[in-house]
């Protein structure tokens, strides 16, 4: 059963690795995510202590935050043109990105 209970945008949620790394992102940047997203709107342990677990390493969790922020931020721009996706992929490095693809992809984002 759902509880209405209204959801600010800009509390801050902790998502920890497996390796023991903690990151504080904003409500809003974690549920880019639908893992998250669906564990934070559920009624889990993760939505009570605003902390969602996360199986990968901090460098694979980091960067998916990292995406995740670069998202939500350029979510409402107008024109694709205005969106600098070369620095994006400028600071992701070819050895992860297959691990890194395989968490995006687990996460829903």
């Given amino acids: 059963m759902a509880t209405d209970v209204t959801v600010d945008e800009n509390e801050w949620v902790r998502i920890t690795s497996n390796d023991g790394f903690s990151y504080l992102v904003k409500r809003k940047v974690a549920t880019a995510s639908g893992t998250f997203k669906s ?40 024109l694709k043109e205005s969106v ?11 050895e992860i990105v297959l691990e890194l693809l395989l968490a995006a992809d687990y996460h829903e984002v």
Avoid: Q, W
């Fill in 39 to 78: 564990s934070l709107e559920a009624e889990m342990m993760e939505s009570k202590n605003k902390t969602c677990p996360c199986t990968e390493r901090s460098l694979i969790v980091e960067k998916l935050l990292e995406y995740m922020s670069f998202k939500t931020h350029y979510e409402g721009v107008g």
């Fill in 84 to 94: 600098p996706l070369d620095d994006m992929m400028s600071r992701l490095h070819p």
